[in-house]
């Protein structure tokens, strides 16, 4: 099982340019969860999926941020028109049941830069 | 919704002495109570959690411990080794059924040889 996988790890992009972060998550899970983190702060929850489903969506900004987990391929956290704000470690974490269920698996992790 | 909140935001100990880590929550719906650790530019791991069924629970020289008639729990480090610097972060589960985690501000605990 080779853990979550996202990616890149790395993305620069320029002001007003689409980011999409990609997760897949563990084997055999079906719930995945984003999450923010900002340079020495803590993880801030976005958005929860199953698979072609959004449960909550409480911390998604409301204009320019998407997620979807589609029945195939990976999750896909897309970033529209970004900006400086936006920089910041996005973390997917995937559990085959809800987190509070069992233990939730992250990824390593995408590192936006806006430049 | 869920709030949590975590003392104190750096932590420095001799090698050999014992950590603690201090985390609060504000809905007494949770449930589930994870400590993750975070390396300089690694993923969080998880290396400890609770349920409210349980007080205590200990994995070797890592503890937690739970009050959920006060809502705060307890990381407890003994016999710190430099491997234990890192960023520690404790979280609670926010809804019953949307199992989603709300994560303290962490806490830096580094390790002095």
């Known amino acids: 099982n080779a853990g979550v996988m996202q990616n890149p790890r790395h993305l620069v992009r320029r002001r007003g340019q689409e980011a999409r972060l990609r997760c897949s998550p563990m084997?055999?899970?079906?719930?995945v969860y984003w999450y923010r983190q900002l340079p020495e702060e803590g993880l801030k929850f976005m958005v929860y999926?199953?698979?072609?489903?959004?449960?909550?969506e409480s911390g998604m900004p409301k204009e320019r941020f998407s997620a979807e987990f589609p029945k195939e391929g990976p999750s896909i956290l897309r970033i529209q028109q970004v900006v400086r704000g936006d920089s910041a470690a996005y973390f997917c974490?995937?559990?085959?049941?809800?987190?509070?269920?069992?233990?939730?698996?992250f990824g390593q992790g995408t590192r936006l830069t806006v430049v | 919704g869920e709030n949590v909140e975590q003392h104190p935001s750096t932590l420095s100990v001799q090698e050999g002495d014992s950590a603690v880590i201090k985390c609060t929550y504000s809905?007494?719906?949770?449930?589930?109570f994870p400590w993750y650790k975070q390396e300089l530019g690694k993923r969080p791991q998880l290396i400890i959690d609770?349920?409210?069924?349980?007080g205590e629970k200990k994995d070797q020289r890592i503890a937690v411990t739970l009050n959920k008639t006060a809502k705060h729990f307890s990381l407890h480090i003994t016999e710190t080794q430099p491997e234990d610097s890192a960023v520690y972060f404790c979280?609670?589960?926010?809804?019953?059924?949307?199992?989603?985690?709300?994560f303290g501000t962490g806490t830096r605990l580094t390790i002095i040889p």
């Open positions: 999926l199953q698979k072609e489903n959004i449960i909550d």
């Open positions: 084997k055999g899970h079906s719930h």
């Open positions: 974490a995937s559990s085959p049941y809800g987190q509070g269920s069992t233990e939730a698996f």
């Open positions: 809905d007494s719906a949770s449930n589930y």
């Open positions: 979280a609670a589960n926010a809804d019953f059924g949307n199992e989603k985690l709300t």
């Open positions: 609770i349920r409210s069924n349980v």
